[in-house]
């Protein structure tokens, strides 16, 4: 019974917990409902992925519907996960609960209205990646994207206001975009509802039209871009990462920022694909843009936290390449891009801000020496270092590869540029790794350890990090245990895509 | 058990022992040391037993399906794979071993054991893989497992720019190697090798790209020009690891890559001669360098680029035509470039590996001196004083010992096939018998010249028995009764000379290795200065140019011109799109924001506000009561 329930539970739960703690609860209370908070909705996610069935084809699984009030303008709570769902939705659980529990510990000032904020923005993010509603899948994405710039704004570090503003302009634009491309895809349909099921089935028989598909991908496109950093709309990211306490940082740039091209992928390509192909050329270059002249970008960066931010828009690059592939497998690319990606730069941003507590700086010219110091520390970073530049062994390399294999069928240049970053993101991130923890210890180290002396990596930084990396490993070892689920439901859908677009090809 | 479930287990416990090590180990050193020897052992016996059992499998699992790409894992275990697999083994085993004693005292014993175990496993992965894409993985590992030994004492600077140069240099050639898989993925329709094999033997077309591509792999991995230079820096590592990675095998991963490629360049044979023009050009260029080295494991890196060198001309010569039984009208072609390149890397293995062990148990016994021209009269010390001498003598080529066969091999398929390049590994012989003979004299004879040297004991038998189980592989190896059971139907590849060409290549060899030996040892005294420099200081400094050239070149293009570049884009980012566009996107936004200038409080939050109010409006309007 509870199960039938589960993915409303894994989003009304940390929402219930926050309208609690903003009730005014006391604090102890509000920290152990806190871990409720976080934890349920991490366990259903592991619960729907352990359970998922297989040969599901086109359709959702834990399918519920909820009558909202809305029936009038054909939207329903419609809750259910697919194949390209479920890595995303397991991405949030896991990454929600990371971020949680490091919040915890942080210690932040006004630490109850923090966990607040965090645990709406969680329950948006399970929300958005469990709707089958477009329309809702956009509602929770706004619901999760407005605690955010609160938390830049109240609780973030240097430039906080700018950046905060700067993230409201651009992802409020982006979010317009799209809207307006969503409604027209809304207004043009005979399915007369959000539905993603009916707006499926209702194109097998009346697709849009080219004019509809091309305005409309367009539209997409640019607003989801800008929500995903699309190069060069993605000034917004490294400055509201910069300022963002990490706990935020963390969940946007993991979870939130992958709702553009999650919906590229699950709506746009499969409802507009001739849309796709008119702009695919156009996509191409603008990710190329994203890895290479940031990628560039990356390497000039002095900046620890810096570094990490430009690196995390590099690799957006990636899953907007498999995007532009329009196929099976460049979709199945992306996906899987987007989850490795969501871990180990969640993974980054939390070591990072555990780095900043013991050297008291993002400077890398400042840095040096710290394994000495902190070998743990070190050996999780090294290895969150090795997802980012992906290693094999490491969920990562599985996106690139798979996207690669994609980009040289599609076109072998685009795949000349999209495998030299891989040298680019190794020296960007060897770099910043060998100028934190390497060498001898640098002056400003050596001074600020005799006011208080460096500790290691303690356990309550070490479990949500812990719980990331694993996450990495597990995906990195056996790709196949999300991958199988993911490529059932894209073989399902995709294969209409490319013979649509070759039908076309031939004409 | 089935031959694939051994196979498993020699790949499987390297990792178990990595696994076991970082997850519970790592404060007890001991444990460490315990489990990654045993998993070294489990390698050496099960693997040994494997490859002299005879027995040859394949086996294929999907470990990744998107769409209608499949990537896949799988065993090929062939005759090359068996020769390499007991290389690994037997080189991986000593090494081991030696670490007990050598790492003996080293506060982060249980980090260098994981990182030794998690290395093996890697490189087994590579020797077993059935296709590219796996291949690829595992080379990846490799040079992780590498990056982080080298970045073993990693307080010290150096350590940590070798470590990084090293993974960098092998990420260039693997940029290449991987737009390589690509290319044969979607241009043959497989990536499995012996597929590749059916392909082209069923006359499938291969672009001379995609060969090309894939050698820049081994470019990378195998430290040839124009990627060479990361491995003389990769010496900032402990020595054992010197040994068994930057020496006998995962360097040598690069020459294994080419022999399981070897279709690809017989169907597309212009790539062969850029591998062989490759190879050359760093064998000769690596023996310029070895001569103006003072610190022994340098002179002992740039051997080792040297013979890789070596290998890589062996396999870009090619194949060769020979007689076929009694009457010589019958003939076949063999892979005799593979055949030579696999003959000379198992012996390089066992006399590299044990040179590096003897430079280790030296450096230990001297107390981390490194400096050639402060050692001397290091006879003393018996067991490494004789065992090094034996691979001296086998790297110089002296008839009878492994060096000797496998350098015959390869001089004999250049006079066959490429005279220019004869003559040039000639000169390059010349020059191996100079620079060996000149580091082993400063070494070993004459008077100690520091107080590390006069102080030096012989080190204990964990160190010692390791330098004397390779000596004997180094005497033994180059025989084919002990190389033809390790390489099985390899051996048969290996090309032997006959008649008159016998003759010109036996003479060659001898002359070569006694003009070089006598040479350095009549012009190197035992002091404490380098003879070349103070007599021909134009002759040294030239060299010591060549040697430096390719550092100064890769270090001003990244510091004058991809830094430069990149801090160009940076300001171009933070000027136009920051600043402008953001301004200019601010300014509009702005004129929305005219009228709405009473609402907004001009906080963040007010945004909050708006989207409640909106959603309020919609249910609203669905509601139907408006």
Redesign the interface.
């Known amino acids: 019974m509870m199960l039938d329930h589960m993915l409303l539970l894994a989003i009304g739960v940390p929402l219930a917990v926050a309208a609690l703690i903003f009730s005014g609860m006391p604090k102890r209370h509000s920290v152990k409902l806190a871990y409720l908070g976080f934890g349920l909705p991490a366990l259903i996610a592991l619960y729907a992925w352990v359970s998922f069935p297989g040969n599901l084809g086109d359709r959702y699984a834990f399918l519920a519907s909820y009558d909202t009030?809305?029936?009038?303008?054909g939207?329903k709570l419609t809750l259910g996960l697919n194949g390209i769902s479920l890595p995303m939705f397991v991405l949030a659980g896991v990454v929600g609960l990371a971020a949680g529990l490091y919040a915890i510990q942080s210690g932040a000032e006004r630490l109850k209205i923090y966990l607040a904020l965090l645990l709406v923005m969680h329950s948006g993010l399970m929300g958005m990646f469990a709707s089958v509603d477009v329309f809702f899948l956009y509602f929770f994405h706004?619901l999760a994207l407005?605690p955010t710039?609160?938390m830049?704004?109240i609780w973030g570090g240097r430039d906080r206001n700018y950046a905060?503003?700067?993230m409201?302009?651009?992802l409020?634009?982006g979010a317009m975009l799209s809207l307006i491309g969503l409604i027209a895809v809304y207004v043009q349909s005979d399915a007369g509802g959000f539905s993603l099921i009916e707006l499926r089935q209702t194109i097998q028989t009346a697709p849009f039209s080219a004019t509809v598909q091309k305005y409309g991908f367009g539209l997409l496109m640019f607003g989801f871009g800008i929500l995903v950093s699309l190069w060069?709309f993605?000034?917004w990211a490294p400055?509201g990462y910069g300022a963002a306490p990490s706990s935020a940082a963390m969940l946007h740039a993991g979870v939130l920022k992958k709702f553009g091209l999650y919906g590229l992928i699950q709506v746009a390509l499969p409802l507009l694909p001739l849309g796709a192909m008119h702009w695919s050329g156009w996509l191409t270059v603008l990710a190329l843009g994203n890895i290479l002249?940031v990628g560039?970008?990356t390497?000039?960066?002095r900046d620890l936290k810096q570094v990490i931010s430009y690196g995390s828009v590099m690799h957006m690059g990636y899953a907007f390449l498999g995007v532009a592939c329009v196929?099976?497998?460049g979709a199945?690319?992306a996906i899987?891009m987007m989850l490795a990606h969501g871990l180990s730069v969640a993974l980054s941003f939390l070591l990072a801000t555990s780095i900043h507590h013991r050297t008291q700086t993002f400077d890398l010219n400042e840095m040096g020496?710290l394994?000495?110091k902190a070998?743990?520390l070190a050996a999780y970073f090294?290895a969150a270092t090795?997802a980012t530049i992906g290693?094999?062994?490491m969920a990562n390399?599985?996106g690139e590869?798979?996207i690669?294999?994609?980009v040289?069928?599609f076109s072998?240049w685009a795949?000349?540029g999209a495998?030299?970053g891989?040298?680019i993101t190794?020296?960007f991130a060897?770099?910043a790794t060998?100028k934190v923890?390497?060498?001898?210890?640098s002056d400003a180290l050596a001074k600020s350890s005799t006011f208080v002396p460096i500790v290691d990596l303690r356990w309550s930084e070490r479990v949500p990090a812990l719980i990331l990396l694993a996450m990495l490993l597990l995906v990195g070892f056996w790709?196949?245990s999300l991958?199988?689920h993911?490529?059932g439901t894209?073989?399902a859908i995709?294969p209409a895509v490319e013979s649509q677009l070759a039908a076309v090809a031939q004409k | 058990m089935e031959p694939y479930h051994f196979a498993i287990v020699v790949l499987l416990a390297p990792l178990v022992s990595a696994a076991l090590i970082a997850l519970m180990s790592r404060k007890r050193g001991g444990v460490a040391t315990v489990i990654s020897v045993l998993a070294a052992a489990v390698v050496a016996v099960v693997g040994l037993k494997l490859t002299l059992g005879g027995e040859r499998f394949a086996l294929n699992a999907s470990w990744l399906d998107v769409g209608s790409f499949t990537l896949s894992i799988g065993f090929l275990f062939d005759d090359l794979s068996g020769l390499m697999l007991a290389v690994v083994g037997l080189v991986g085993l000593a090494v081991h071993v030696f670490s007990i004693g050598y790492m003996h005292d080293d506060a982060a014993k249980a980090r260098y054991f994981g990182g030794l175990s998690l290395f093996m496993f890697s490189m087994l992965g590579i020797v077993f893989a059935n296709n590219l894409f796996m291949i690829f993985i595992f080379w990846e590992l490799v040079g992780f497992s590498s990056y982080v030994l080298i970045d073993h004492y990693h307080e010290r600077q150096s350590a940590a720019e070798a470590s990084k140069k090293a993974f960098i240099s092998n990420r260039v050639g693997d940029v290449g190697f991987m737009l390589g898989i690509l290319w044969c993925y979607w241009s043959l329709g497989t990536v499995n090798l012996a597929e590749i094999s059916s392909a082209v033997e069923g006359g499938s077309a291969v672009a001379t790209g995609i060969p090309l591509l894939l050698f820049c792999g081994a470019v990378g991995k195998s430290a040839q020009i124009p990627l060479q230079v990361w491995l003389p820096d990769a010496m900032e590592g402990p020595t054992p690891v010197s040994a068994l990675i930057h020496a006998a095998t995962m360097v040598a991963a690069g020459i294994f890559m080419l022999c399981r490629i070897e279709p690809l360049f017989v169907a597309a044979p212009q790539a062969l001669s850029v591998v062989m023009w490759v190879g050359t050009i760093t064998a000769l260029y690596a023996a310029f360098c070895a001569i103006v080295q003072n610190d022994i494991k340098k002179v002992l890196a740039y051997s080792t680029l040297s013979q890789l060198g070596y290998m890589v001309a062996a396999f870009g010569l090619g194949s060769l035509r020979v007689a076929h039984g009694e009457d010589s009208v019958h003939s076949v072609v063999i892979a005799a470039g593979a055949g030579a390149a696999m003959f000379h890397l198992t012996t390089h293995a066992f006399f590299k590996a044990l040179l590096f062990l003897g430079s280790g148990s030296v450096i230990h016994a001297c107390h981390h001196e490194q400096n050639i021209f402060r050692m001397g009269g290091l006879r003393k010390l018996p067991v490494t004083f004789y065992t090094f001498t034996l691979a001296v003598l086998a790297i110089i080529g002296v008839p009878g010992l492994a060096g000797f066969f496998s350098k015959d091999a390869i001089l004999y398929l250049a006079l066959a096939n490429n005279k220019a390049v004869f003559v040039i590994l000639a000169i390059t012989a010349v020059l191996t018998a100079f620079y060996m003979i000149r580091m082993w004299k400063l070494v070993f004879l004459g008077e100690p010249r520091s107080d590390e040297a006069r102080h030096a004991h012989e080190s204990g038998p964990s160190m010692t028995v390791p330098l004397v189980v390779l000596a004997i592989l180094a005497v033994i190896g180059g025989y084919g009764v002990v190389y033809g059971k390790l390489a099985g139907d390899y051996l048969a590849l290996v090309p032997h000379a006959h008649g008159r060409e016998h003759i010109v290549v036996l003479v060659t060899s001898v002359a070569v290795l006694l003009v070089g030996a006598l040479a350095a040892y009549r012009y190197y005294p035992s002091v404490d200065r380098d003879a070349l420099a103070a007599r021909s200081p134009g002759v040294f400094a030239s060299l010591k140019l060549l040697n430096e050239s390719f550092d100064g070149i890769y270090g001003y293009y990244i510091q004058k011109v991809q830094q430069r570049f990149a801090m160009l884009l940076n300001f171009l980012e933070q000027i136009f799109l920051s600043g402008l566009a953001v301004r200019g996107l601010a300014w509009v936004v702005g004129l929305f924001g005219m009228g709405a200038r009473a609402l907004h409080v001009g906080a963040v939050s007010a945004y909050a506000y708006w989207f409640l109010i909106g959603l309020v409006f919609l249910w609203v309007f669905a509601g139907g009561w408006f």
């Not at chain 1, 009030?69 to 303008?73: Q, V």
């Open positions: 009030g809305l029936s009038a303008l939207i706004e407005i710039f609160i830049v704004g905060a503003m700067k409201t302009i651009y409020t634009l060069p993605h000034t400055l002249v560039f970008v390497m000039a960066q196929s099976t497998i199945g690319g899987l020496g394994a000495q070998p743990v090294v090795m290693l094999p062994g390399f599985w590869l798979t690669f294999v994609a040289w069928k072998p795949a000349v495998v030299s891989v040298l190794a020296i060897l770099r060998a923890f390497f060498g001898p210890q790709p196949k991958s199988t993911l490529n894209l073989e995709y």
